[in-house]
């Protein structure tokens, strides 16, 4: 049987620290499913529609990579595509705790369990957030973006 791990998060934008984790994640799994989670309360920076094409552009020629976008809970979205496990990056120790406090809710909730991967050092410091930040300042985000981002699609 096919062993599929689901990637969720906001991916707003998809950074080099989001690919490492992928690249890192097929040496493990015969499948990633990058998730987009759709947040209601907030429409985020790129659109949803806009960064699943900015993602599937990413991995068009790698069928073991699927990218989907999802509303609700993780867990839900895990089960309704089969998925048993859950992927996660630790950049930090405020990474770390948070994400072991939702592992450890959805592993005793749903049994469904995260596999975490430390960031490879290159992007310890790289976040969504700093490229967000410097695009508003004006600032060339390129060099934190995997190769063959659409950034036209970008502000
Ligand atoms: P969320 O809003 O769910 O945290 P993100 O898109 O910010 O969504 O991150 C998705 C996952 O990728 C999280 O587990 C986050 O810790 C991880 N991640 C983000 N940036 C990096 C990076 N540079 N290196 C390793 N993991 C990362």
Known sequence: MKKSVLFPGSFDPFTLGHANLVARAL????EVV????????KAGWIP???????????????ARVRVESYSGLTTD?????????????VRTVKDFEYEMQMADVNRQLTGIDTVVLFADP???????SLVRELAHFGKDITAFLPEGFLLKNVD
Do not use: M, W
């Not at 040496?27 to 015969?30: E, S, V």
């Not at 990058?34 to 309360?41: F, K, L, P, T």
């Not at 979205?77 to 990056?89: D, E, N, P, Q, V």
């Not at 290159?122 to 969504?128: G, H, K, N, P, V």
């Open 27 to 30: 040496a493990l799994f015969d």
């Open 34 to 41: 990058i998730a987009v989670g759709i947040n209601e309360q």
């Open 48 to 62: 949803v529609e806009t960064r699943l094409i900015q993602i599937r552009a990413i991995y068009k020629d790698d």
């Open 77 to 89: 979205f895990a089960h309704s595509i089969g998925t048993k496990a859950i992927l996660r990056g």
């Open 122 to 128: 290159r992007y310890a410091s790289l976040s969504s």
